[in-house]
C-alpha cells in the first residue's frame, strides 16, 4: 500500500512540475519576466507552495521554462560557425535568432536585458554575438557582407525587432520573418544581389491603442 502511495506522489509531483513549466512558458512568453511568479501558480492550477518546492527561485524556473530555446540557440551558433559559406551561416543565424525571440516574450526579455533573475541568459548572448563578429568577419573577407557592418547593428536590430512583441502570435511570427529579410537584405554587400531573394509574406498589422488601466492600477 505505501509504495501505491509513493508512486501516486511522484506521479502527482511530475504533473505539477510539468503544469508548472507549462504555465511559465505560456505567462512569461506572453508577458515578459516582468510577470509574477504567483501568476503562473494561479496559470498552473497550483498553490505558491508547490510551485516553490519545484522551483525555489525565480531564475531557476526561468532557467528551465527556457531550457529548450536555449538549447535551440546554442545549436544556432554551432550550426552557423560550422557552414562552409559564411554569408549563409550569418544570415541563417540572424533569422533563427529572430524565430527564437518572436516566439516567447520572456526568451526575447531574457536574451536582450540583464534580468537578475536571468544571468545565465547574458552568457548565451555572449555567445551568440561573438559568433556574429567571427561570421561577419568571414562574410566580409568572402565579399558577401557590407564592410561597414559592426556587431551592434545587429544589436540595434534586435532592439527594433521587440517591438514586434505587442503584435498578436502568428502575426508577429509572420511579421519577424519579413522583418529579419528586410535587415539581411540590408546587410548584404552586393545590391544588385538584394532581388535575388524573394520576401516573406506580410503580415496584415493594425495599431491597436494601449489597454487604459483599471481603477486598481492608476
Known sequence: MSN???RSARSDARDNRHRILTAARDVFGEEGLSAPVRQVARRAEVGPATLYRHFPTKRELIEEAFAEQRRACHAAVRDALADVDPWRGFRGLVERICELHAHSRGFADAFMTTYPEAMDFAADRERALRAVEELARRAQRAGRLRPGFVVDDLVLMLMAHRGLQDTPGAARV????????????AFHAAPEARASAPLPPAPRLRFTPSPSPSPDMR
Request: proline fraction near 0%; charge should be positive; avoid cysteine.
Open 4 to 6: 501505491h502511495v509513493s
Open 174 to 185: 509572420a511579421a519577424s520573418r519579413r522583418f529579419a529579410a528586410y535587415v539581411i537584405e
